[in-house]
């Protein structure tokens, strides 16, 4: 079946950093895209960066642009999210999701078809 399984997330101080790993089974990352989305106490889901194995395309929310990085390991079938400059505003559940590639990229939630049970990142003030 398929399965994504994030980890990496903690309790970190302004101005710190955080590796999340976003690791698939059931399928290869090499056809599909993957997003990460994180959901604050009393919000919505927001995208917050994607992969996409169809051309390399990448995003980044201007919220997080310059401080985030999203990577692809194909060997491990895993995607990772390497956040520095952390900000108290970055709290909330990180989920990674996938979906097929294709030539049209989208970091609307309800384009994703699989989900990732989710990992607290916790930015103190």
């Known amino acids: 079946q398929v399965q994504l399984v994030e980890s990496g997330g903690g309790l970190v101080q302004p101005g710190g950093s955080l590796r999340l790993s976003c690791a698939a089974s059931?399928?290869?990352?090499?056809?599909?895209?993957i997003g990460w989305f994180r959901q604050a106490p009393g919000k919505g889901r927001e995208g917050v960066s994607y992969?996409?194995?169809?051309?390399?395309?990448?995003y980044y929310a201007e919220s997080v642009k310059g401080r985030f990085t999203i990577s692809r390991d194909s060997g491990k079938n895993t995607v990772y999210l390497q956040m520095n400059s952390l900000k108290p505003e970055d709290t909330g559940v990180y989920y990674c999701a996938a979906r097929p590639a294709g030539e049209e990229h989208t970091i609307v939630a309800s384009d994703y078809d699989y989900w990732g049970q989710g990992t607290q990142v916790t930015v103190s003030s």
């Open positions: 059931g399928f290869t990352l090499d056809y599909y895209a």
């Open positions: 992969i996409s194995s169809y051309d390399g395309s990448i």
